[in-house]
């Protein structure tokens, strides 16, 4: 049995190798052909080794085709490296999500409250002693070049109307006493007399008008210089009811002027 076995193995062993010289022999004769080597000589060798390679045992039929892909893994060791799938990288793919960063929200700063400005303090009024310019039509200063006779004219007029009185100033604007006398009839106690109970004239006598002076002769006759100012009361039908050049001058105050007022009113 054991003989057996060894005359097996040795066979096969035997037949293995023809099969390799077949295999070497029939590569050769394809590397000569596909140099342009090949020829008659050629195909008979090739012939040959074929028919001179013995037939395999029968009982080694199963075990050839082993021996056989070793052999053809063994002759072309290409093929055998080219059928291995080569690796390949995986390429960064263009779609592939990229991580985004998240946008820095900014917040605006706010802005600070607008500040309404506190009124500034307004200063108190100061009162100034305008010329009063009421009814009586009293006005500080004597109008130069006025038409002082159409002026009295039109002041007894109204007198007539209403009952009043005319007051006629004669005076100058340089004259010291004449302004004396405008601060109080311009204050509000003396110039509500006025307001109240006269129509006043103002003629000015200082610029040489001769018109002017021919007026205040008119309603003052006497004799001598005339003390500015000259105050001539007129009643409604244009009469002298009284004239300070010949009775001479109150004090140019509040209390005399006042006093003066009421009593020829």
């Known amino acids: 049995m054991a003989a057996h076995r060894r005359k097996q193995r040795t066979a096969g062993l035997q037949g293995l190798v023809r099969f390799s010289a077949v295999s070497l022999t029939v590569a050769s004769a394809a590397v000569a052909t596909a140099c342009g080597v090949g020829g008659p000589k050629n195909d008979a060798a090739q012939n040959v080794s074929v028919a001179a390679a013995p037939d395999a ?22 093929a055998a490296a080219t059928s291995v799938p080569p690796t390949t990288r995986p390429s960064p793919s263009a779609s592939s999500p990229v991580a985004e960063r998240p946008a820095a929200t900014t917040k605006a700063a706010p802005r600070p409250a607008r ?3 506190a009124p500034a303090p307004t200063k108190p009024a100061v009162k100034k002693s305008a010329p009063v310019s009421g009814s009586s039509g009293f006005t ?16 007894v007029a109204a007198a007539e109307a209403d009952g009043k009185k005319v007051l006629i100033d004669f005076g100058a604007n340089w004259c010291g006493n004449c302004k004396a006398a405008d601060r109080v009839f311009a204050t509000s106690g003396v110039g509500a007399l006025l307001d109240a109970s006269y129509h006043v004239v103002k003629v000015d006598i200082g610029s040489q008008d001769s018109g002017a002076f021919g007026l205040l002769r008119d309603y003052c006759s006497g004799e001598g210089a005339y003390k500015m100012p ?9 009469k002298v009811v009284t004239e300070t050049h010949s009775t001479g001058n109150p004090e140019l105050t509040e209390t005399g002027l006042g006093a003066f007022l009421r009593k020829w009113a």
């Open 57 to 78: 045992p029968a009982d080694q039929e199963t075990g050839a085709p082993a021996p056989m892909a070793a052999a053809t893994a063994s002759a072309s060791p290409t």
């Open 230 to 238: 000259v105050l001539v009361v007129l009643d409604g039908n244009g």
């Open 140 to 155: 500080s200063g004597y109008p130069t070049g006025a038409d002082a006779r159409g002026a009295v004219k039109a002041a």
């Open 115 to 117: 500040t309404t400005a």
